[in-house]
């Protein structure tokens, strides 16, 4: 059985920070291509950033410079370090191992108000 549970949201003032886990059973971490997501309820769920199997990352422009990924394949977690959070990186953040297939966590909230 697979399971990502993430962990780590919560509430921040804007500039602040949240390191954001996501723990993987049940598949052979190191071989999957993993991912952070966002969505705003009412809105699609957007891409944040990636980490291949051999640790290269890509970000999306809006999060460029403020967040890193990375991975410990050693205890099958996913992480995201966000920095300078604005308020319009409040939404639920999930996490995502793809292979063949692709599995998701349930999600954690981050928000980022005053």
């Known amino acids: 059985q697979v399971q990502l549970v993430e962990s780590g949201g919560g509430w921040v003032q804007p500039g602040g920070s949240l390191r954001l886990s996501c723990a993987a059973s049940?598949?052979?971490?190191?071989?999957?291509?993993m991912a952070w997501y966002r969505q705003v309820p009412g809105n699609q769920r957007e891409r944040v950033a990636t980490?291949?199997?051999?640790?290269?990352?890509t970000y999306a422009d809006s999060v460029k410079g403020r967040f890193t990924i990375s991975r410990d394949n050693a205890k099958n977690t996913l992480y995201l370090q966000m920095n300078g959070l604005k308020p319009e990186d409040t939404a639920v953040y999930y996490c995502?191992?793809?292979?063949?297939?692709?599995?998701w966590g349930q999600g954690t909230q981050v928000t980022v108000s005053s």
């Open positions: 049940g598949i052979s971490f190191s071989v999957y291509f």
């Open positions: 995502k191992a793809a292979r063949f297939v692709n599995y």
């Open positions: 980490i291949t199997s051999e640790y290269i990352a």
